[in-house]
């Protein structure tokens, strides 16, 4: 389930991790492996163990051999979820990864019994019981919160081991629907998901990123879905989130008279329902507003006031008990405390927004993009609360690059109040380009998020250097950031010590040259999120250029690099380039007096529906003169534009490391 309260206002990461979690980031490490006693395995794992296994790729380190999930609906509210594995490890990495069984609980969501068993390759069986699990609390990010985790390690995991598990959990459903991620990032040998409801329930069943399967009907309304080899998902550079590419079932039921299918409208109503009586104005939130809005004439001026109080004066705080991971609390108490989550902090600007006459929206979202599956209306698809704010006509649109243009209610800006680098105007890039689901008082409605345009993601790159004698180049740099260049560069920099944001700077300057000393680094407009981000450098490189008898041998591409490893074996997914940008890089490399051109490198130019790229070295006098421009056009490129991309990024590298030879003229 995905916990709303659970998002982050720093930066989400690219691509999704899988189901598995490591000990170091539960926060948990096992120093010793827990008693475990000789006992006899369950039928349904012998049985399993004893299953003939196809051939699988010589990297493979584990298999699963069942994955089941049996879903028993009691009542509205109470279902009651099992969960078993049998993994066969085959090589030492799998005891790792496959080792462990984590199971969450919460208050809602009893852990009732929970054990685990090891076939090992040679020797007894082994059975390690819910006592010898380790349990850790909630995240770091949040104040409070009810949910908990065990950990239990299996022991004698070797390679030729089966490890199995099998756990309960009873809960009390926010939502009647359950969801089954079957494909991991190793194979499936066998899949199963069992429905049982009460007689006279119905259900709905939704398939995401997989044909439809029909279930079995096992009798006493119970049914049964069964897969056998489900692929592994394989890992690769830059793929999408695992949510928008793994195999998946949603399955909804409904007691006797309830609606029959499932729907995004319906998951809206359901959100709307959570989210009311939740935005009162009280006098002290009127009172900011009229503080905030005095002196200001024009309506955007007002909302961009208000949104930066919810961005910037409402602290990232969550607090997760029960619904309130998926219901905000109080605007009164969230403007009170000046802390909230992010639904909580939606919540709080669309109060004030309204004093000012605004109208506003929640909208939820996956911060990993393409995670919500259009045809896929699963009500735990989203991890993070977001804003639609309704434009009065008389606010124009200049530099709002996140207006989503809506045939009923118009104008809408897309806002983030939790980001703390993304001005009003823009959207952080991982909500670009997916879909979001806004929520209204009729329901809910898919809407796909504005991409920016590569213009407003910028780079640019100024440099003027001079090249000794004897190879050494001194010059300096200044950088022009702005939008997503911006806001990922502002956030790096805001999260490190003062101290430390020069070496930042200089790791970059590591990437290119083999010895160098930074002599100076400043950085302007590093917390006003709505300005460009200045960042101005000057170092000394020694041996930058090659001297060959009277040659000189130098790079133009002095600084930054474009180009991109993409594997070149057959990929299975497409490539997640993150952002729509624009770059450009001017450099001016003053040389030694008395040099001539003997070579300069030829003008590089590559354009393709996903990003275009071109370069010219001139030498004008006695200066050498590198332009270039580098834009990405599309944020996902698609597996059959995978080759163009390789050839692309291959012809950008060539110029990269493409030298100019010079030699001394006659003097």
């Known amino acids: 389930m995905n916990n709303r309260s659970s998002c982050s206002p720093q930066p989400r990461p690219r691509i999704s991790r899988f189901a598995r979690i490591s000990l170091l980031a539960a926060g948990v490490v096992l120093l010793a492996v827990p008693r475990a006693s000789a006992t006899d395995v369950p039928d349904w794992l012998r049985a399993a163990a004893q299953e003939k296994l196809p051939d699988y790729p010589k990297d493979t380190i584990a298999v699963y051999l ?97 490890v199995g598990y099998e756990y309960v959990v009873r809960q009390r459903p926010y939502y009647l629907q359950d969801q089954w991620w079957f494909q991991e990032d190793v194979p499936i040998r066998r899949a199963r998901f069992t429905l049982r409801m009460p007689v006279s329930w119905a259900f709905d069943a939704k398939w995401g990123n997989h044909v439809e399967v029909a279930p079995r009907n096992d009798g006493q309304n119970s049914f049964t879905w069964e897969l056998t080899d489900v692929p592994a998902i394989e890992v690769e550079p830059d793929m999408p989130p695992y949510r928008s590419i793994a195999s998946c079932l949603a399955v909804q039921y409904f007691p006797p008279g309830g609606r029959a299918s499932s729907s995004w409208q319906a998951v809206g109503a359901w959100d709307a329902q959570l989210n009311l009586g939740r935005n009162e104005v009280t006098p002290e939130i009127k009172a900011k507003v009229d503080e905030l809005a005095a002196g200001k004439t024009d309506t955007i001026s007002k909302i961009r006031a208000l949104a930066e109080f919810a961005q910037g004066q409402i602290r990232y705080v969550a607090i997760e008990i029960g619904i309130g991971g998926y219901q905000p609390h109080m605007a009164g108490d969230i403007f009170s405390h000046r802390y909230g989550d992010c639904k909580d902090k939606a919540n709080l600007l669309r109060t004030m927004l309204s004093v000012i006459g605004v109208e506003a929206f929640p909208v939820l979202v996956n911060t990993e993009r393409g995670s919500v599956l259009p045809d896929f209306p699963a009500a735990m698809s989203f991890d993070h609360e977001i804003t639609a704010v309704r434009l009065p006509p008389d606010v124009p649109e200049s530099d709002m690059f996140a207006v989503v243009d809506h045939p009923k209610l118009g104008r809408l800006l897309i806002f983030d109040p939790t980001s ?13 380009d997916s879909y979001a689901l806004l929520v209204t008082p009729d329901g809910g409605e898919l809407l796909r998020m504005p991409p920016s345009a590569p213009a407003a993601n910028r780079l640019s790159r100024i440099g003027k250097f001079t090249l ?53 680094a ?21 041996a930058y250029s090659k001297n060959a008898g009277n040659l000189l041998l130098l790079r133009p591409a002095v ?12 990929r299975k997914y497409p490539v997640d380039l993150d952002v729509k940008s624009l770059h450009t890089d001017s450099f001016e490399i003053e040389l030694p007096p008395g040099y001539v051109v003997d070579d300069l490198p030829p003008a590089a130019s590559a354009a393709y529906d996903f990003g275009r790229y071109s370069s010219e070295t001139k030498l ?19 597996l059959d534009q995978v080759p163009d991309l390789k050839t692309f990024y291959r012809k950008i590298a060539a110029d990269e490391g493409a030298t100019a030879v010079l030699k001394l003229g006659a003097k």
């Open 620 to 638: 004008e006098a006695n200066v050498l003169r590198y332009k270039r421009s580098f834009e990405t056009k599309q944020i996902v490129v698609p």
């Open 66 to 162: 069942l994955s089941e999930q049996v879903v028993t609906v009691h009542k509205a509210e109470e279902t009651e979820i099992l969960y078993r594995g049998a993994i066969r490890i085959l090589r030492p990495k799998g005891k790792d990864e496959y080792g462990l069984v984590r199971v969450e609980s919460s208050n809602d969501k009893k852990l009732t019994y929970l054990k685990a068993w090891c076939i090992p390759a040679q020797g007894d069986s082994y059975e390690v019981k819910e006592k010898d699990a380790v349990e850790t609390g909630f995240d770091a990010e949040a104040l409070y919160g009810d949910v908990r985790r065990k950990i239990l390690r299996v022991p004698a995991a070797d390679p030729g081991s089966v």
């Open 522 to 542: 400043t950085i302007g407009n590093l917390e006003k999120n709505d300005e460009m981000l200045l960042i101005h450098y000057e170092f000394t490189a020694r």
């Open 559 to 570: 600084l930054g690099r474009k180009a991109s490893a993409v594997a070149e074996k057959d």
């Open 468 to 520: 000794q004698a004897d190879g050494t180049l001194v010059g300096q740099v200044d950088e022009i950031r702005r939008g997503a260049e911006a806001a990922v560069k502002r956030g790096e920099l805001l999260r490190m010590a003062p101290a430390d944001r020069a070496k930042s700077i200089e790791r970059f300057l590591g990437t290119f040259f083999g010895s160098y000393t930074l002599t100076k």
């Open 420 to 432: 703390p680098y993304v001005p009003l105007g823009y959207i952080p890039h991982y909500e670009q």
